[in-house]
């Protein structure tokens, strides 16, 4: 019985510090530099860029309901933050070659870019992550938070994405920001 006890506290223990790792995730990273003021934050819920009358079909209005909430975080590149920028870059980069984000799609050069990637399943994705960059404008990382969402319908309502349906009144103001 002492062995089995001894076993148990051993095995208690490693659970515990393995769970307990500094391995950096994303979700560590937005929270460590939503109030860092060289970036800029945004957190928005699906519910706040939908029209009240909108003209989205049911299968269009499932897949936006699926979508829970919009995270960004972007940092400006410029002379004065040069190496801050690369350093912050990499860091994310690194973050998202963990083996727990799947990538969907990559394209770009090395200076500018984006890396689609998520975690869940193929059909059933939990978190979409957009990372985009560009060594002159700097860069930018969206977090789509949802449950279950499928790959394919996001894809089809972004293509069927127009103003109507949408209040992208928000991004004006970002973008002016970044400019």
Known sequence: ?????????????????????NNASLQ??????QNDNAFISLDLPSSLILTEDNTLSEEQLKTVKSIKKVNMLALEVNEL?????????????????????????????NKQGATLKFTGEDD??????????????????????????????IMKLMDSVNTNNF???FMKEFGSALN
Do not use: H, W
């Not at 560590?28 to 530099?33: D, F, R, S």
């Not at 870059?89 to 727990?100: F, G, P, S, T, Y």
């Open 167 to 169: 209040d992208f009144s």
């Open 81 to 109: 933050n040069k190496a801050a920028y690369e350093s912050e870059k990499e860091r994310v980069q690194a973050i998202l070659n963990n083996e727990a984000y799947e990538t969907l799609m990559k394209y770009g050069s």
């Open 28 to 33: 560590k990273y937005y929270v460590e530099k």
């Open 124 to 153: 059933a994705i939990d978190e979409l992550i957009i990372f985009a960059s560009d060594e002159e404008r700097g860069f930018a990382l969206f977090r789509v938070i949802g449950d279950d969402m499928n790959p394919s319908s």
């Open 1 to 21: 019985m002492k062995t089995f006890v001894i076993t148990l506290s051993v095995f208690v223990a490693a659970i515990v510090v393995s769970s307990c790792s």
